[in-house]
């Protein structure tokens, strides 16, 4: 049997050097006379071991990393072919600690497989959802994902099945699937880390969502920053529909359900729904004012569902192995597993799929090792530029959408970013209000003029001009903000301003010029 190694192609992996990586092991490789198949899969996750090189052994895979292109040749020297020991050795995949310890539901082929084989893709059990949702009423399958209690993924954390129903009960001569994969959240990879590594799964999710609601087309918004999501979605899409995945006929059944891929405009407030339908529809992206909701009236005014990757790549293993089972997992009334994304300042950063219901403690700490500088951790903003600063003192919150909820947080995308204790928390939320300032779509005024002026009271304050009466006025601007404002990127920067001000004040009573100078 030739040996099979596995180089990943993810992108992440490549930044980090993947592919010079793989460029050695090919030249190696020829050096040696020695043949092998390499197969360019995604990331596990574990971004502090990447590029992680595997190799197929007889006792199972073993994996090496972080590999750099100078261990190449000692690494053949040691019989890495074989699984043999070099200081790169980490063992089994799924035994080392950050990747053993996960429950891998919607993750569970994402490193493991070869993206673009549909086989390879079956034989780790894919499919098996859609073979399910084909067999079945619309209804039923809509009502497996209502008691799954999957909630959307993308930030609002909106009950899927029900969103699914509203589109099932809206009759109309055409209804869309689109696949929210703007991803424009500070500190997330999970949906390019899924279409890059597990494309299927993805193809499978928003098929089962087509057959549940009657809509026979669906759109795949890629964000034009993940150039490698794009073309794999796009080779995946191919060989789907070569292999009747896709089509008039979808897996032999009268179901018809096709699908495109559409690269991004580069705005943050494209990843909002009704903006991201203008987008799709070659307009510029504003957001539309709500009545009428997607699901009634959506992309090219017919009835739409609009989900986040992660939310459509979850449905296949819920359509596979049911409801109860998905809905055993979690806390609360968050269900299922989450792929948190852990990243920042941060010892081991990568994506860990874990029921709801860790601490946040046990994230930052125990599974991302603290900072990677090792100082104190001073602050953890969740669910990207829109989500709240924690401080430790709320690190026992559990990871559950009402419980962050209730301590003036979100969850969002479940992006995690770690600051040690050299960051200034008036500059992050002068940063929140710039970055409203700069991503406004400019469709409503709190939003478009609030946060310009937020930007000029913080810097203010920053020139300890009037302190009390700037925390006053940026206080009562972020009220302002949150109850006015069109959509949550106007009315929710308030969190991250406020949750920085209310936790850290200290850094908001910048020392007097006179005292600084003494
Ligand atoms: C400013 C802004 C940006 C957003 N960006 C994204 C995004 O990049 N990806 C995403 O899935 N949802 C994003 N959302 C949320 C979407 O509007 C919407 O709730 C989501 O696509 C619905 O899918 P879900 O129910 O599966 O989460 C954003 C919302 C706002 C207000
Ligand atoms: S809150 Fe901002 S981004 Fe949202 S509609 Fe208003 S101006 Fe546009």
Redesign the pocket.
């Known amino acids: 049997m030739i040996p099979r190694i596995y180089i990943p192609g993810d992108s992440g992996a490549l930044a980090l050097g993947a592919e010079k990586v793989a460029k050695a092991i090919r030249a190696e490789l020829a050096e040696r006379g020695i043949e092998a198949k390499i197969v360019r899969n995604g990331s596990r996750g574990a971004y502090f071991l990447e590029p992680m090189v595997e190799v197929a052994t007889a006792n199972g895979r073993v994996a090496y990393g972080p590999v750099k292109p100078s261990d190449v040749k000692s690494l053949f020297d040691c019989g890495f072919l074989t699984g043999g020991h070099h200081k790169r050795w980490l063992g089994a995949p799924d035994k080392i600690p950050f990747l053993a310890k996960q429950t891998r539901l919607t993750f569970a082929r994402c490193g493991v497989t070869d993206p673009l084989s549909l086989d390879h893709y079956k034989a780790h059990g894919g499919l098996k959802g859609l073979q399910n949702a084909v067999a079945m009423t619309p209804a039923d399958v809509v009502k497996q994902v209502t008691e799954s209690g999957l909630?959307?993924?993308?930030?609002?954390?909106?009950p899927?099945g029900i969103?699914w129903k509203t589109v099932l009960d809206t009759s109309a001569d055409r209804k869309y699937i689109?696949c929210?994969?703007?991803?424009?959240?500070s500190g997330?990879f999970a949906?390019r880390m899924i279409m890059e590594g597990d494309p299927f799964v993805l193809i499978e999710g928003m098929a089962i969502a087509g057959i549940a609601t009657g809509a026979t087309k669906g759109f795949i918004y890629i964000?034009s920053e993940y150039p490698h999501a794009v073309a794999v979605m796009q080779k995946a899409v191919e060989i789907a529909r070569k292999a009747g995945v896709l089509g008039i006929n979808v897996l032999g059944s009268a179901n018809s359900f096709d699908m495109e891929v559409r690269v991004g405009a580069g705005a943050?407030?494209?990843?909002?729904?009704?903006?991201?339908l203008d987008s799709l529809e070659g307009k510029r992206g504003q957001?539309r004012a709500k009545p009428p909701l997607p699901a009634h009236k959506g992309l090219f005014g017919k009835p739409t569902v609009?989900?986040?990757?992660?939310?459509?790549a979850s449905v296949p293993v819920i359509m596979d192995k049911g409801a109860a089972f998905y809905k055993d997992f979690g806390t609360g009334r968050s269900r299922g597993t989450i792929p948190i994304q852990i990243a920042g300042n941060v010892k081991y950063p990568g994506l860990y799929e874990a029921a709801f219901g860790m601490t946040l403690g046990e994230i930052v700490d125990d599974i991302g090792g603290g900072t990677a500088t090792g100082r104190p951790v001073k602050a953890v903003q969740v669910g990207?530029p829109?989500g709240a600063y924690f401080p430790r003192a709320l690190f026992d919150t559990p990871f559950d959408y009402e419980a962050f909820a209730a301590k003036d947080g979100l969850i969002g995308?479940a992006g995690i970013v770690v600051f040690d204790d050299s960051a200034d928390m008036l500059k992050q939320a002068r940063f929140a209000m710039e970055f409203c300032a700069i991503?406004s779509c400019g469709k409503c005024t709190p939003c478009r003029i609030g946060s310009t002026r937020g930007v000029e009271v913080l810097d203010r304050l920053a020139q300890n001009v009037e302190p009390e009466k700037q925390i006053a006025l940026v206080t009562d601007l972020c009220n302002t903000m949150k109850f006015g404002s069109l959509?949550?990127?106007g009315?929710?920067t308030p969190y991250p301003v406020m949750s920085a001000l209310n936790h850290f004040p200290d850094d908001f009573r910048p020392t007097p010029v006179a005292e600084a100078a003494e």
């Open positions: 909630r959307g993924r993308g930030g609002a954390g909106f899927t969103k689109v929210n994969a703007d991803e424009g959240d997330t949906d964000r943050y407030v494209c990843g909002e729904e009704t903006a991201l957001v609009i989900n986040n990757v992660i939310s459509l990207g829109l995308h991503e959509c949550a990127l009315g929710f």
